[in-house]
């Protein structure tokens, strides 16, 4: 209550915290602070000056921008000079008296005396004082940007000089001082050093602010000055102790709330580098400071606290900071009161790391000394393991050095026991990446004078049984290795280096064949890696390591599981560089195919151990042969540049196909495609002449081939025709006649067991005319029953052109096939359907044979001897036969819907008008049957096969003398209109209420999805359900004209009273009941060139100008058509014709060209735009 007095320092509460050293001392110049001793002047409750003493003093501070800062005078002047005391109530009033009179110094006095009442107050500051200086923190923020307030500010944040240790004081005086001092220089982009400074000291002692929630805004920009990432939150482990400075139960120091509502509180503040320009400075600071605590410390290691640790962290983004923890992180991670710190600090060392920038040395220093660390504990190698995982997620650069180093380490005297882990964990998070890294350093070491097979063949083992399920990391690793070395390899090495490497490849494929329980797809795994040695062996082994005959062929058995990676190798880049000899590159070649006996892959290290080498080798072998990898094993044989002879390679190649023949054939174990495999293993069998003999002048040997190796050869062709019956045989079968009368023997020595569903599983599978061969064989038989064989057998024998001249067999087969159409529905149904789904096949040749087929089953002659049975047919021959069968009600639904997906397909005019006068016939005998499928399709075919419609059904012209092929298409349009015609009908006089309920559901089931339905409603009160397409079907129909077989045009003039003239009718969806467009601009298009008076006028009713300006330039236009076109252009308004930005030459140019044609009007258009207007033709 007694305010007058000054609030004493009161005794702050213990805190657990660790005395402070006596050697630590403030950092920063030491302010001088006058305390009088008179108690008079002591009496902070002195009133306030008269306005007559505010008005001599002149400042402009505080209330200028702080660019005009510089008028106060210098910073030592300003602390030397004399503070002000002032009562904390009238603070905010002599302040604001001294900015309205300009008196700066005054000003800098009251700020300097309150900041330094409030240091004297750091116990327990006075709540009015306090909040006086957060209300001109408020109001004037640039005050306190004043180089002698801040100084003084920063006097606050230091620690006390002699103040007790376990005392940290009030925490409202540090948040104070930083909140203030983040309002002053909020808006600077350079801030002073002694921020640092002073950052330093707090986070080497009692880190009283650096922690404070309700300090971050200072603290944050001031860090910026380190330029240190921030590793992921799930690197940092969790410690209670280590948590924000807020007293317990006071809450906010400020206004009383909970420690809850301090962290969820959000405060307003920006963050940006606040130190860019002083880089080399701030790093000297963090430098010396660090240096002096180690040098300082050195002598007894307990002494580093946690403080240290974390000042380590937040200034990580320097390298040398990085270097002097990570050659002390072992020590403190193993250390019992700070190893979550130093987990701490490996997350931020780790996360700061560089492989591309100019710290990339020392960054590769720090990854060194990081593989050398000993960690004892699963914890730490765990947070080892995840700060590696996302240092090389973040920097891929640096994947190579850490891989580089761990294994490394892992080959040294004193390897870290953590390796493999580490080499798992990478593996698991980078699977491509760090194989390859892994087949760089490999090759490294394989290149290198010592002999480092064995332990690379333990490392790999050991690796992958680490990685445990990621066995097939070993695909990338056999990629890699074989891709050519980064440089030319030591004659000395070269050889040992080629046959490490190939056991390498093997090493491979036996560590992937024994993880087979943990990996399902092991053998296609085993293949990719021995195809990679194949590759190395035909491309990179031979130029480079010159590998002796034995060597090869030795290496070429043994990576039979890693095919592709090992093949890849040989074929592309062992020779080349390493230039291996016969001997070592046949060995190898042997080594990579898995051929030679098991104990030829464990002689190295005796792995596997005897007890698994049986079941590992057996578990290579059973690999399959993949295309390429057969593919590079032949190219081997065939290149010059290898030492290895085609006879040699064929052998290789016979012995590789039969053991992939005797794998279960549902796993696919030979699969091929491709032709060219038959050229190249007659290539092998190909006798070349010796390269010693001089053959004369011009003289080019014959091709010649070596017999026991040709018919050897055939064997191997059949071998892969029956693994590949459909992508191989048939083409190969087509192209070799040898090959195809080894493939007959074959099937047809299956065949003779009369197997119904083996036979029927053939034809199906091969289609048509491909199973002919082994037909003709197995029909010839005397003994062969027909009625053994399957009804679809039978018809496709007949349909692809009989027994070749054997008229007897061809006969009976017509007739047991008749018989079968006739005694029975399931024979008929068999039959037609075989045939009829062939109608609509997209082969022409395959629709030929079935309308073939169909006459010769369909004919009731008995008389067989003159019967051509490749003649060509059309449906017209037996199309009426249909009606005849006796079964027909029972086949009507499918022989109708057959014929309909046959018009929508067949292209031969005659044909689709042969099936479209039966559909005619078919919807006139049966009235009852609801036709909309038969309609919807007719009109798919009339609305988007103009071509082929074009020809079928012409263009409804009335020649004097019409030709045959002119009657054809009258027939046809007749057909077309009645099928339409009676549709109609049946539609309008039905109750249109629902839409037709066809006879039976699965009939007319699937015409309602087809398209767009709408209402259509006629003037006189009729309604109609139907499709779109039909109605748009209806119009374009009457554009073709009437047929001359239409009596008195009796159903054109019906329909066209029905679609066109004043009765036409409006179409409405059926969903929103909005009007649908009936006449689309292109339908309105063929209406107007049909050039008949009733379609002319409809299309070109309502059409605007644009248009018709648009109709008149489309060629092909009758004559009266134009001149229409032109009249209505006439008519229209001048201003719509002059709006419509046509060319005007070439509109001109089109008028006298349809003038010359004979089109009378469009004198007014031409007027409107100002045309020409074009020369009349004589006699007009």
Known sequence: MERGKMPSAGRGAKSKAPQHPQDIFALGSKSTVVVSRDPEKRNIH????????????????????????????????????????????????????????????????????????????????????CMSLLYLTKIRPNMFAHETVTQSLCTLLKREQGAAFKNKGNPLVYILACNMLYAGHRESNNWPDIFIKVYIEDALNERCWVECSWCKCFVENVVTAFSTKQPPSHLIPTDNTLGTMSPSGSGSPLMGSTEEDTDNMELDYSVFPRYSSSY???????????????????????????????????????????????????????????????????????????????????????????????????????????????????????????????????????????????????????????????????????????????????????????????????????????????HEPPQEVRERAFSSLADLFCCCCLVTASHSKHLAEYRQQVCVIQAAALGWLLDTAMPIYRPSRHDYQLALNKVCVIQAAALGWLLDTAMPIYRPSRHDYQLALNKVMFVEPAETYSKVDNWP?????????????????????????????????????????????????????????????????????????????????????????????????????????????????????????????????????????????YLLCRQPALLLELVERHGTRRAMPWLHQLLRHDQLELSVLPVQCLCEFLSAGGAGGEVGKAGE????????????????????????????????????????????????????????????????????????????????????????????????????????????????????????????????VLMERATVMGSVVGTGDRPDEPTEPQHAQHRALYSVTKILYEYLQKVRTSDAAAPPTPTEPAAGSSAWAFGERVLVQWPSGKTARIHLVLAHAYLKLLCLGPSIYDTNQEMYSWLMSVWVGNDAPQAFTLDTQEEALLLPDWLRLHMVRSARSPLLESGMRAMTAPKLALFIQTFGMPVTAMSSLLCALDACPAGAVVRLGVERAYMAQLLAVQRARGAVGGDAFAAALRLALPAYPPGM
């Open 609 to 749: 151990p005897e007890s698994e080498r049986a079941v590992t080798y057996r578990l290579c072998c059973e690999a399959p042969l993949p295309q390429n990898t057969l593919l590079r094993v032949i190219f081997i044989g065939l290149s010059k540049d290898i030492p290895v002879s085609p006879a040699e390679v064929f052998e290789l190649v016979e012995q590789l196909v039969r053991r992939a023949c005797a794998l279960p054939a549902e796993e696919n174990p030979l699969q091929v495609d491709k032709l060219e495999i038959a050229d190249y293993i007659f290539q092998l069998c190909q006798f070349n002449p010796p390269d010693n003999i001089t053959l004369p002048a011009g003289y080019t040997p014959p091709a010649l081939g070596i017999t026991s190796l040709y018919w050897r050869g055939w064997l191997l062709l059949t071998m892969l025709a029956a693994h590949n019956p459909s992508q191989f045989a048939e083409r190969a079968a087509a192209l070799y006649p040898t090959l195809r009368a080894l493939i007959e023997l074959c099937i047809t020595k």
């Open 280 to 486: 080399e400075a701030v790093e000297a600071l963090v430098l010396e400071a660090i240096k002096e605590q180690i040098q300082r410390r050195s002598a007894a290691p307990d002494a580093i606290g946690k403080g240290f640790l974390k000042l380590l962290s937040a200034t990580c983004g320097f390298p040398e900071i990085r270097m002097i923890s990570a050659s002390r992180l072992e020590a403190w991670l193993h250390s019992g009161k700070l190893w979550r710190c130093a987990q701490e600090l490996l997350a931020y060392v780790c996360c700061n790391c560089d492989a591309c920038g100019p710290t990339a040395a020392r960054d590769h220093e720090v990854l060194a000394q990081l593989a050398r660390m000993r960690l004892k504990t699963k914890p730490l190698q765990a947070a080892y393991q995840a700060c590696l995982r996302e240092m090389v997620s973040d920097s891929p650069p640096l994947l190579r050095s850490v891989v580089t180093h761990t294994i490394y380490n892992e080959l040294s005297n004193v390897r870290s026991p953590n390796n493999m882990a580490v080499l798992a964990a990478l593996i698991q998070a980078q699977p491509q990446q760090v194989p390859a890294a892994m087949a760089d350093t490999y090759q490294e070491l394989v290149l290198r004078p010592e002999d480092y097979l064995r332990p690379l063949r333990a490392l790999t083992r050991e690796v992958v049984r680490a990685a445990r399920a990621d066995a097939q990391a070993l695909l990338p690793l056999a990629r890699a290795l074989a891709q050519p070395p980064p």
């Open 46 to 129: 002195k009133p306030s000056s008269s306005g007559v003493e505010r008005k001599r003093e002149t400042s402009g501070f505080g209330s200028q921008p702080p660019s005009k800062r510089a008028r106060i005078g210098s910073p030592a002047e300003a602390v030397g000079g004399t503070s002000l005391e002032v009562d904390p109530v009238d603070l905010v009033p002599n302040v604001l008296q001294a900015l309205d009179t300009h008196n700066s110094d005054k000003l800098l006095g009251l700020l300097t005396g309150s900041i330094r009442l409030l240091k004297s107050q750091r116990s327990k500051p006075d709540p009015i004082l």
């Open 813 to 940: 087969l017509c007739a047991h096939l008749r018989r079968t159409v006739a005694e029975s529905e399931e024979g008929a149904r068999a039959v037609l359907h075989y045939y009829m789904q062939r109608l609509a096949h997209t082969h022409a040749p395959t629709r030929a044979t079935a309308s073939r087929g169909l006459k010769l089953v369909l004919q009731s002659s008995e008389d067989t001897s003159e019967t051509d049975y490749n003649a060509e047919v059309s449906p017209e021959e037996w199309l009426d036969l249909l009606w005849d069968l006796p079964h027909w009600e029972s086949v009507r639904e499918e022989v109708v819907c057959r014929i309909r997906a046959a018009c929508i397909v067949e292209c031969v005019p005659r044909h689709v008008a042969a099936y479209i006068a039966f559909l005619a016939a078919y919807v006139s005998r049966t009235p009852a049957v609801d036709h909309t499928d038969l309609v919807l399709d007719l009109s798919q």
